[in-house]
C-alpha cells in the first residue's frame, strides 16, 4: 500500500485528570473511505481535534506522508490538505454558493475574477455530481446542500484528507446516498476520506476500512469485510448489546387515547387522520420535507392547526399553546435537544424540573432545590444517566445522556403521551439500545408515544403501525406486519400508491 497520509502515532490527550486519548495510533491512506464508530465520550472528537490542529497531543506524534508535523491550527491543517465537515455545516446564508466555496478570496475586491471563481465553483460542484446553481444564495440550500458546498470548498483547496463527522445525521435516506455516493468518489481520486457514523449499516455501504474506539483507546481496525455488526457494537460498548433494533411485543390497548380527524395547517400539511390507543407506538416515516414535525408541533400547540379535529381522551381537544397540550398529559421531546430541549449551562437537576417548576416551589415562592435534587436522582438512577452529581451541567454529558435528561424532564411531568422526534439523532447504538427501552417501558405502563424518525430501521423496530408521509400527505398507515424499508421509501418517495388512512 501507498504510505499513509496521515497517521496518528500513539498520541495521548489529556485535559487536566482526563485522559480522552491514550496511545492512539492510526492510518489513514489515499484512495480509502476509513470509518471510526465509537460510542459518544469514546474519543472520536478529540481525535478529531488533533488531526484538525485544534488540539495538541500531550503525548505521541502527528504524521505526514510519514514525516513528524506540528498541526499549529486549523489554517495549518488546511495547508496540509486536512479539512473537516460536521452534520452542521458552516455556510454563510447571505453569500451565494460560488462565494461560500471561495470564501477566503471574498473581500478581494478589484482582484477577483468573478467569473473564473463562477467557472470553477461549476466544475467543483460537477466533480462531486451535484446539480447546483453556484449563483443560488446558501439561505435557500438544504441540509445535503450545504453540506456538498462545504466539501466542494474542501476541494477547492486542495484536500487531501476529508474528515466527515456525522455527515448524514440530519439527512433524508436520499440525501444520505447522496454523501455516501461523494464520498466514494472523492475516494476514487485518490482522497482518504475519514467517515464517522452512528448509523452502522451505511458503515457497510461506504467503508473500505472501520477502526472502533472505546474510551479513549483503540480497539480495532479491519477491512469492512472482516467484522460485521454485532462485533462492532460489542466492541465499541465492551458488552453485548443485542439487536437494538430488534421490534417488540406489542403493548397496544383497546382504549383510543388520541383521535386526529382531518388535520390540516394551510400550506404545510393537510388531511392527516389516526387513532393512537394507550400502549400503542405510532411511527412517522417519510424523507426531509415530508413536514412531520409540523404535524407534532401542531399537536403540541406550537403551530395550531387550522381545521380538523382533535379527541384526546374522549373528549375534543382544540390545542392552542404548549401550556395548554402539558396541562393535558401531551409532551414533546424536541429533535434538538441543544437548542429548543435542554439550558446547556444548567444543571442536570435544574434541566429535570423545567417543565414542572411550579411542583418545585416553596410557599415563599422560591424553587426547592433539595426536593429538585431528590426527583433528579430519582431520574438519575431510573433512566441510568451515567454522571456522578446532578449538579453536573447538562452540556458536559454526552448526547445519550442528553437524551436522557430530556426524556427525564418530560416524564416528571407523568404525561399519558410523549411525542419523540428523531429520539435516537447523534447518540450511540448503547444509548439508542437504552432510549428505545425507555419507550417500550413507557408504553408497556398505559402511556402512548409517536415517534418520529428518519431511520427506516428504528421506524420498523419502534412502529406498532406506521404512518407514512411525504411533501404534507398522509400516504398511508402501515400496520407492522406489512411494512417494509422498500414499501415505506415506494410511498415516501411518491412511488407507491396513495392509501386510505386506517
Same mark, same amino acid.
Given at each position: 500500500?501507498?504510505?499513509?497520509?496521515?497517521?496518528?502515532?500513539?498520541?495521548?490527550?489529556?485535559?487536566?485528570?482526563?485522559?480522552?486519548?491514550?496511545?492512539?495510533?492510526?492510518?489513514?491512506?489515499?484512495?480509502?473511505?476509513?470509518?471510526?464508530?465509537?460510542?459518544?465520550?469514546?474519543? &472520536?472528537?478529540?481525535?478529531?481535534?488533533?488531526?484538525?490542529?485544534?488540539?495538541?497531543?500531550?503525548?505521541?506524534?502527528?504524521?505526514?506522508?510519514?514525516?513528524? &508535523?506540528?498541526?499549529?491550527?486549523?489554517?495549518? =491543517?488546511?495547508?496540509?490538505?486536512?479539512?473537516?465537515?460536521?452534520?452542521?455545516?458552516?455556510?454563510?446564508?447571505?453569500?451565494?454558493?460560488?462565494?461560500?466555496?471561495?470564501?477566503?478570496?471574498?473581500?478581494?475586491?478589484? %482582484?477577483? /475574477?468573478?467569473?473564473?471563481?463562477?467557472?470553477?465553483?461549476?466544475?467543483?460542484?460537477?466533480?462531486?455530481?451535484?446539480?447546483?446553481?453556484?449563483?443560488?444564495?446558501?439561505?435557500?440550500?438544504?441540509?445535503?446542500?450545504?453540506?456538498?458546498?462545504?466539501?466542494?470548498?474542501?476541494?477547492?483547496?486542495?484536500?487531501?484528507?476529508?474528515?466527515?463527522?456525522?455527515?448524514?445525521?440530519?439527512?433524508?435516506?436520499?440525501?444520505?446516498?447522496?454523501?455516501?455516493?461523494?464520498?466514494?468518489?472523492?475516494?476514487?481520486?485518490?482522497?482518504?476520506?475519514?467517515?464517522?457514523?452512528?448509523?452502522?449499516?451505511?458503515?457497510?455501504?461506504? =467503508?473500505? +476500512?472501520?477502526?472502533?474506539?472505546?474510551?479513549?483507546?483503540?480497539?480495532?481496525?479491519?477491512?469492512?469485510?472482516?467484522?460485521?455488526?454485532?462485533?462492532?457494537?460489542?466492541?465499541?460498548?465492551?458488552?453485548?448489546?443485542? /439487536?437494538?433494533?430488534?421490534?417488540?411485543?406489542?403493548?397496544? +390497548?383497546?382504549?383510543?387515547?388520541?383521535?386526529?380527524?382531518?388535520?390540516?395547517?394551510?400550506?404545510?400539511?393537510?388531511?392527516?387522520?389516526?387513532?393512537? !390507543?394507550?400502549?400503542?407506538?405510532?411511527?412517522? =416515516?417519510?424523507?426531509?420535507?415530508?413536514?412531520?414535525?409540523?404535524?407534532?408541533?401542531?399537536? %403540541?400547540?406550537?403551530?395550531?392547526?387550522?381545521?380538523?379535529?382533535?379527541?384526546?381522551?374522549?373528549?375534543?381537544?382544540?390545542?392552542?399553546?404548549?401550556?395548554?397540550?402539558?396541562?393535558?398529559?401531551?409532551?414533546?421531546?424536541?429533535?434538538?435537544?441543544? &437548542?429548543?430541549?435542554?439550558?446547556?449551562?444548567?444543571?442536570?437537576?435544574?434541566?429535570?424540573?423545567?417543565?414542572?417548576?411550579?411542583?418545585?416551589?416553596?410557599? $415563599?415562592?422560591?424553587?426547592?432545590?433539595? !426536593?429538585?435534587?431528590?426527583?433528579?436522582? +430519582?431520574?438519575?438512577?431510573?433512566?441510568?444517566?451515567?454522571?456522578?452529581?446532578?449538579?453536573?451541567?447538562?452540556?458536559?454529558?454526552?448526547?445519550?445522556?442528553?437524551?436522557?435528561?430530556?426524556?427525564?424532564?418530560?416524564? /416528571?411531568? /407523568?404525561?399519558?403521551?410523549?411525542?419523540?422526534?428523531?429520539?435516537? +439523532?447523534?447518540?450511540?447504538?448503547?444509548? !439508542?439500545?437504552?432510549?428505545?427501552?425507555?419507550?417500550?417501558?413507557?408504553?408497556?405502563?398505559?402511556?402512548? =408515544?409517536?415517534?418520529?424518525?428518519?431511520?427506516?430501521?428504528?421506524?420498523?423496530?419502534?412502529?406498532?403501525?406506521?404512518?407514512?408521509?411525504?411533501?404534507?400527505?398522509?400516504?398511508?398507515?402501515?400496520?407492522?406486519?406489512?411494512?417494509?424499508?422498500?414499501?415505506?421509501?415506494? $410511498?415516501?418517495?411518491?412511488?407507491?400508491?396513495?392509501?386510505?388512512?386506517?
Amino acid at each position: 500500500m501507498p504510505a499513509p497520509l496521515l497517521a496518528l502515532d500513539h498520541v495521548s490527550k489529556r485535559f487536566g485528570s482526563t485522559l480522552a486519548l491514550s496511545d492512539m495510533s492510526l492510518d489513514l491512506f489515499p484512495g480509502e473511505v476509513h470509518a471510526i464508530v465509537g460510542e459518544n465520550g469514546a474519543g &472520536k472528537s478529540t481525535m478529531i481535534k488533533v488531526m484538525t490542529g485544534i488540539h495538541q497531543p500531550t503525548e505521541g506524534r502527528v504524521l505526514i506522508e510519514g514525516m513528524p &508535523k506540528t498541526v499549529s491550527g486549523t489554517q495549518a =491543517a488546511r495547508e496540509l490538505g486536512i479539512a473537516a465537515i460536521y452534520q452542521e455545516p458552516m455556510v454563510f446564508p447571505d453569500l451565494d454558493v460560488a462565494e461560500n466555496i471561495f470564501i477566503s478570496e471574498v473581500g478581494g475586491g478589484w %482582484f477577483q /475574477n468573478k467569473a473564473k471563481q463562477r467557472r470553477d465553483a461549476r466544475a467543483l460542484i460537477e466533480r462531486i455530481g451535484m446539480d447546483l446553481d453556484v449563483d443560488r444564495a446558501a439561505s435557500g440550500l438544504t441540509l445535503a446542500e450545504q453540506q456538498a458546498v462545504e466539501i466542494a470548498r474542501a476541494l477547492s483547496q486542495d484536500v487531501r484528507v476529508l474528515i466527515m463527522d456525522e455527515p448524514t445525521a440530519s439527512l433524508s435516506a436520499h440525501e444520505a446516498e447522496q454523501l455516501r455516493r461523494i464520498a466514494r468518489q472523492l475516494a476514487a481520486d485518490g482522497v482518504s476520506v475519514v467517515y464517522i457514523s452512528h448509523r452502522l449499516e451505511e458503515i457497510f455501504e461506504v =467503508a473500505d +476500512r472501520v477502526t472502533v474506539i472505546r474510551d479513549g483507546e483503540h480497539i480495532s481496525t479491519r477491512l469492512i469485510g472482516e467484522t460485521n455488526t454485532e462485533t462492532m457494537i460489542a466492541e465499541m460498548v465492551g458488552r453485548e448489546v443485542g /439487536n437494538y433494533f430488534a421490534k417488540a411485543q406489542s403493548h397496544a +390497548r383497546d382504549e383510543v387515547i388520541l383521535s386526529v380527524d382531518g388535520l390540516s395547517l394551510e400550506g404545510v400539511f393537510e388531511n392527516i387522520s389516526f387513532d393512537l !390507543k394507550r400502549g400503542e407506538v405510532l411511527a412517522f =416515516a417519510g424523507l426531509i420535507g415530508a413536514r412531520r414535525t409540523d404535524v407534532a408541533l401542531s399537536l %403540541f400547540g406550537i403551530e395550531p392547526a387550522s381545521t380538523g379535529t382533535v379527541t384526546y381522551k374522549g373528549e375534543p381537544l382544540a390545542i392552542t399553546s404548549p401550556r395548554q397540550a402539558m396541562d393535558a398529559g401531551i409532551a414533546y421531546v424536541s429533535e434538538d435537544r441543544r &437548542k429548543l430541549g435542554l439550558a446547556m449551562p444548567m444543571a442536570i437537576r435544574a434541566n429535570i424540573s423545567l417543565a414542572t417548576l411550579s411542583g418545585f416551589l416553596s410557599k $415563599l415562592g422560591l424553587i426547592d432545590r433539595p !426536593k429538585e435534587a431528590e426527583a433528579a436522582h +430519582r431520574f438519575r438512577e431510573r433512566l441510568n444517566i451515567r454522571t456522578p452529581d446532578v449538579e453536573t451541567e447538562v452540556g458536559m454529558l454526552s448526547g445519550g445522556n442528553q437524551q436522557k435528561v430530556m426524556l427525564a424532564k418530560w416524564l /416528571n411531568m /407523568n404525561p399519558d403521551l410523549l411525542i419523540f422526534d428523531e429520539p435516537t +439523532r447523534g447518540i450511540d447504538v448503547g444509548a !439508542k439500545a437504552e432510549v428505545h427501552d425507555l419507550i417500550r417501558t413507557f408504553v408497556k405502563e398505559g402511556g402512548a =408515544a409517536i415517534v418520529i424518525s428518519s431511520d427506516l430501521p428504528e421506524v420498523l423496530a419502534m412502529g406498532d403501525r406506521i404512518l407514512v408521509m411525504r411533501e404534507g400527505q398522509q400516504m398511508a398507515i402501515l400496520d407492522h406486519e406489512e411494512a417494509n424499508q422498500e414499501r415505506i421509501m415506494a $410511498l415516501a418517495t411518491g412511488q407507491g400508491e396513495q392509501e386510505k388512512a386506517a
